[in-house]
């Protein structure tokens, strides 16, 4: 059977999106919207993992995890938290929590944080990875999508500058794929959160940045025009100038 998630979230947007991304991941979810459900689903049908925002209106993610740990319950939790002081950390940990995760998040980050604890505390395994789809034939060009001098192919999850092949995440590829499937156009912040992440993070977010700053790192390449470009207070475009 696969693992079960009990996640508490009162963020609608961000609670949809994770549970979205967890079912997809292959996880069994149950999905609620503050800490007194949260509470009630663990006693009734007690999950392999919780997540647990900590900032939720009545009891909050810190105070249910203080009552399960009084309990004795040795559920593992991770926290999700905007709070990045280091004291809301400790606090977050004091609390009984096994690790965190500081919002924004990439979804993968919180994927393997829920694999090391499932390892860690001997609960179910963590859902098997799917093999890597096979190399696709070199008479299939339709498989390709090609821009800018990129060469991509989404069924292998595999791209190309030039001869040049490159090494990117899971985000960083689903990122560039929708910037080549659409070169040329400048695509606003909102489209490429909505596309990428399931939802906006909001206008002081910087994952967007760090992501676009991790490709052009990886696109760049001596003597070679630069890629992705900002449009300042829009959002980016791919072309080759």
Same mark, same amino acid.
């Given at each position: 059977?696969?693992?079960?998630?009990?996640?508490?979230?009162?963020?609608?947007?961000?609670?949809?999106?994770?549970?979205?991304?967890?079912?997809?991941?292959?996880?069994?979810?149950?999905?609620?919207?503050?800490?007194?459900?949260?509470?009630?689903?663990?006693?009734?049908?007690?999950?392999?993992?919780?997540?647990? /925002?900590?900032?939720?209106?009545?009891? #909050?993610?810190?105070? %249910?995890?203080?009552? *399960? +740990? &009084?309990?004795?319950? !040795? @559920?593992?939790?991770?926290?999700?938290?905007?709070?990045?002081?280091?004291?809301?950390?400790?606090?977050?940990?004091?609390?009984?929590?096994? /690790?965190?995760?500081?919002?924004?998040? #990439?979804?993968?980050? %919180?994927?393997?944080? *829920? +694999? &090391?604890?499932?390892? !860690? @505390?001997?609960?179910?395994?963590?859902?098997?990875?799917?093999?890597?789809?096979?190399?696709?034939?070199?008479?299939?060009?339709?498989?390709?999508?090609?821009?800018?001098?990129?060469?991509?192919?989404?069924?292998?999850?595999?791209?190309? +500058?030039?001869?040049?092949?490159?090494?990117?995440?899971?985000?960083?590829?689903?990122?560039?794929?929708?910037?080549?499937?659409?070169?040329?156009?400048?695509?606003?912040?909102?489209?490429?959160?909505?596309?990428?992440?399931?939802?906006?993070?909001?206008?002081?977010?910087?994952?967007?940045?760090?992501?676009?700053?991790?490709?052009?790192?990886?696109?760049?390449?001596?003597?070679?025009?630069?890629?992705?470009?900002?449009?300042?207070?829009?959002?980016?475009?791919?072309?080759?100038?």
């Amino acid at each position: 059977m696969p693992p079960t998630v009990l996640l508490a979230e009162d963020d609608r947007a961000i609670r949809h999106a994770l549970e979205r991304a967890l079912a997809l991941e292959g996880y069994r979810v149950t999905a609620v919207a503050d800490g007194v459900e949260a509470l009630a689903q663990a006693h009734r049908n007690p999950p392999d993992v919780l997540v647990l /925002d900590v900032m939720m209106p009545g009891i #909050d993610g810190l105070q %249910v995890c203080r009552v *399960l +740990r &009084a309990e004795g319950d !040795r @559920t593992p939790i991770l926290m999700l938290t905007a709070l990045v002081e280091t004291a809301d950390r400790i606090a977050g940990l004091d609390a009984g929590a096994d /690790d965190y995760v500081v919002k924004p998040f #990439d979804v993968e980050e %919180v994927f393997a944080r *829920l +694999r &090391a604890l499932l390892r !860690r @505390t001997g609960a179910e395994t963590a859902p098997p990875v799917p093999p890597a789809p096979p190399e696709p034939p070199r008479q299939s060009p339709e498989r390709y999508v090609e821009a800018a001098g990129l060469r991509m192919d989404p069924q292998a999850r595999r791209v190309w +500058r030039g001869a040049r092949e490159l090494e990117l995440t899971r985000t960083e590829f689903e990122l560039l794929e929708l910037l080549v499937r659409n070169a040329g156009i400048v695509l606003d912040h909102s489209t490429i959160y909505d596309r990428i992440w399931g939802y906006d993070f909001g206008p002081g977010s910087k994952n967007l940045a760090v992501y676009v700053g991790y490709l052009r790192r990886k696109l760049d390449q001596p003597g070679a025009p630069q890629l992705i470009h900002t449009v300042r207070g829009v959002g980016y475009v791919l072309r080759e100038d």
